[in-house]
């Protein structure tokens, strides 16, 4: 995306995979007013059984345990995004921790030992256990019984999130580009044709300033 003046615009991955967030948002199925009522409040109305689904990832299931007992009556399903039932179920992962070792550090050699101390692969799998998380590292899997009964059932394929290089997170800063405020904006109205239109007017303007 960083070598592109107009990364948004009609037939880009952005345009068609937002395209594809602003039909699930208009198909109405996220309640009358799906911007007035926060996270705690969804999550109690569906602890307590008055709304059937919320959107979490597996991180949601030891709060979900610690208020209501157990696992036992909750289940899952991946969120629909593909286009048809033929096509590959691909599961998002993504990293459970973002460390790294500044350059201007003057202690390197010990985050570098606390890095590898954290992610060896006893403490990493005591770690994964107690959070209920899955893994991330080749090697060590999760021992998270729902997560397998999960897998097994829908046997999708994982692929790895990476947010982007430098390049990116240094355009896409400058724009102030948040997809979680551009989701409000859509749940208000919004079209994504008008979205991509000042995306690619920002971020052109960004890249000839750089």
């Known amino acids: 995306m960083a ?6 615009g009609e037939g880009t991955p ?12 208009n198909a109405g ?10 996270w705690d409040q969804a999550t109690d109305l569906f602890v307590s059984k008055k709304a059937a689904v919320v959107a979490a990832g597996l991180w949601f299931l ?4 610690s208020k ?5 009556d909750l289940a899952a399903f991946p969120m629909p995004y593909r286009q048809t039932k033929d096509t590959p179920l691909k599961l998002m992962t993504f990293t459970d921790h973002f460390y790294g070792i500044s350059n201007s550090s003057k202690h390197q050699d010990e985050a570098k030992a606390f890095i590898e101390w954290f992610y060896s692969p006893e403490v990493y799998q005591t770690y994964l256990d107690q959070a209920k998380l899955g893994s991330t590292f ?3 899997e999760a021992n998270v019984p729902f997560l397998k009964a999960f897998n097994e059932q829908y046997k999708p394929a994982p692929f790895l999130y990476i947010p982007g290089d430098g390049a ?6 400058s724009i102030q580009l948040d997809v979680k405020a ?9 079209k994504v044709a008008d979205i991509a239109k000042d995306l690619n007017t920002k971020w052109e303007k960004a890249k000839n300033n750089k």
């Open 138 to 140: 080749k090697g060590v």
């Open 29 to 38: 199925v996220m309640g009358p007013d799906p911007l007035g009522i926060g």
């Open 3 to 8: 070598k592109a003046n107009a990364p948004f």
């Open 168 to 173: 990116y997170t240094e355009l896409s800063n």
């Open 62 to 65: 030891p709060t979900y345990e």
């Open 14 to 25: 952005f345009y068609k995979g937002f395209s594809q967030i602003a039909d699930f948002y």
């Open 68 to 72: 209501v007992g157990s696992a036992d």
């Open 182 to 190: 551009l989701g409000q904006e859509m749940m208000s109205g919004r």
